[in-house]
Structures are given as C-alpha cells and as structure tokens.
C-alpha cells in the first residue's frame, strides 16, 4: 500500500525488468502501463526512491513504509474486480 505513495528512481535496466515482471503478475498489463505507474510524478507523495527491484523471478519492493505509524485498508468487490483505494494524513 504504501509503495503506491512513492515515486521510481533508480536504474532503467532495473525499471525495465522491474516493469515487465510486475505487468506478468497483473495478467494481461502491458510492460509500458506498469513503467507509466511506478514513473508518475503525481503519486510520489512520500518521494521518489529506489521502490522495486528484480528479484529472483519477480521484483522486490523497497517502499519507505516506516514513514507511515499507522493504516487502515479497505478493500470492495468480489474475486473478479477489485479496487484499492488510501489517504495520507499528515500526524
């Protein structure tokens, strides 16, 4: 969850590969929607940082969660669709 308020930065071999990996588990994402995601400069609410990595045969995620003391998740919908929605709240 709190890998969806960070920003990529690092390498682009890393993030190419990184992309492809994480579209693979998304069925059917294209590689270039889930590069658009981890690059949109209007998500990176805590910054921008090293976030994922490949990893064995998938990726390894590196979001800076000990910035966030507490959380909640609420998750709607049935098997086939789902959403995921947060806010972040300055203490």
């Known amino acids: 969850m709190i890998a969806a308020f960070h920003g990529y930065t690092g390498n682009d071999e890393g993030l190419t590969l990184a992309s492809e990996r994480i579209a693979r588990q998304l069925d059917g994402a294209a590689p270039a929607t889930a590069r658009a995601w981890l690059l949109a400069s209007d998500r990176g609410l805590l910054g921008s940082r090293a976030l994922v990595r490949p990893y064995r045969e ?29 806010e972040l709240f300055a203490a």
């Open 58 to 86: 998938g990726v390894q995620w590196n979001p800076a969660d000990e910035r966030c003391p507490a959380g909640g998740l609420l998750l709607q919908g049935d098997s086939a669709r789902w959403a995921l929605s947060g």
